[in-house]
């Protein structure tokens, strides 16, 4: 069963930065995803993509974070982690970590979420 765990949320000043880290279990899993990603949902939103990466290293991320956010992954220690830099106010929600496994079917995974804020 795959499960993935969020972690490096926080408050932060404006124009802080913060790192998070998606951990996949079990180990070796993220190689067999198609791609993996972040999104976020603040109060009273939808969901929003934030950057996905593929399994080629290929990435994608919001106009709203270009410039600003770096997704990466890290084969050996199983993570895809999001570097958040310049942080602003509406940055602030609740990031998840999504993982898209294609066998079959198509399969989607999902974090529990960690809270970020942004705020003085």
């Known amino acids: 069963q795959v499960q993935l765990a969020e972690s490096g949320g926080g408050l932060v000043q404006p124009g802080g930065s913060l790192r998070l880290s998606c951990a996949a279990t079990?180990?070796?899993?993220?190689?067999?995803?198609?791609?993996m990603g972040w999104y976020r949902q603040a109060p009273g939103k939808q969901r929003e993509l934030v950057a996905t990466i593929t399994s080629g290293g290929s990435t994608n991320y919001a106009d709203s974070v270009k410039g600003r956010f770096t997704i990466s992954r890290d084969n050996a220690k199983n993570t895809v982690d999001l570097q958040m830099n310049s942080l602003k106010p509406e940055d602030t929600a609740v990031y998840y970590c999504n993982a898209v496994l294609i066998a079959l079917f198509t399969y989607n995974y999902w974090g529990q979420g960690t809270q970020v804020t942004v705020s003085d």
């Open positions: 079990p180990s070796g899993s993220i190689l067999g995803f198609r791609s």
